[in-house]
């Protein structure tokens, strides 16, 4: 992209005269906060099979950084245009949200892009650092039940699923994957498809915990985001 800036399309997303401006009306700099720099880490590299990244990172004059990544999507030839494409990644995603799963805070999507929070760590490399009879070693293997559950509830087949998900500071797991990977949603559920795929992965890792015990708190989980 030899014209292209980020700052350019921060602008250009937010329709904004200024950087600054433009990160205020994306969410991306609080209303208290005074912007200091703008950052990036790398140029655009592939982050899968129909998008390029961009990771950069907001930082404020008081300490506080945002991390944040742009996602390019490139679907394949076909009838859709991008943007058509991008609407259904968008239904996917809100769907899946609504059922319970975790997604990445949404900052822009339109024009092709996708603007949102940025996670540090990939599910596996989380799921390895936790010790194997720790609470968090528990509650990652509850919200990867919980996401297997939400999936086969809409009939979700995904090419692999933990390679999909990203894990925050406090570890919370998200899925950032909505687009060929994943796949449409099918109006027949597929009965436990994505559990089956999840309990096989679980037992290689040696879990310490009953799938049931496992399954019931994920059941729980989703009781309670469902409510909120």
Do not use: C
Not at 38 to 61: H, K, M, N, P, Q
Not at 87 to 98: D, F, I, W
Not at 192 to 213: F, G, M, R, T
């Amino acid at each position: 992209m030899p014209d292209w800036s980020l700052e350019g399309e921060l602008r250009k997303a937010a329709r904004a005269d200024n950087v600054e401006s433009a990160l205020r009306i994306l969410n991306l700099l609080p209303i208290n906060e005074q912007l200091a720099t703008l950052s990036s880490g790398s140029d655009w590299v592939r982050g899968g099979a129909e998008t390029y990244i961009f990771r950069f990172d907001v930082r404020t004059r008081s300490g506080l950084t945002i991390p944040a990544i742009i996602k390019a999507h490139t679907p394949a030839i076909g009838p859709r245009s991008i943007d058509e494409s991008l609407s259904e990644l968008l239904r996917r995603r809100q769907l899946l949200a609504n059922g319970g799963i975790r997604t990445p805070s949404l900052y822009y999507a339109g024009n092709g892009i996708v603007i949102e929070r940025y996670l540090p760590f990939s599910f596996v490399e989380r799921f390895a650092e936790v010790p194997t009879q720790s609470a968090d070693r528990f509650r990652l293997s509850t919200e990867l039940v919980a996401i297997a559950i939400v999936l086969d509830e809409h009939g979700f087949a995904p090419i692999e699923i933990i390679g999909d998900l990203r894990v925050d500071e406090s570890g919370d797991v998200f899925m950032i994957d909505f687009g060929e990977d994943l796949g449409p949603p099918n109006n027949r559920p597929n009965r436990l498809q994505n559990e089956q795929s999840v309990s096989s992965w679980l037992k290689q890792h040696d879990i310490q915990w009953s799938y049931e015990a496992i399954r019931n708190e994920a059941v729980e989980l989703l009781r309670r985001r469902r409510n909120a």
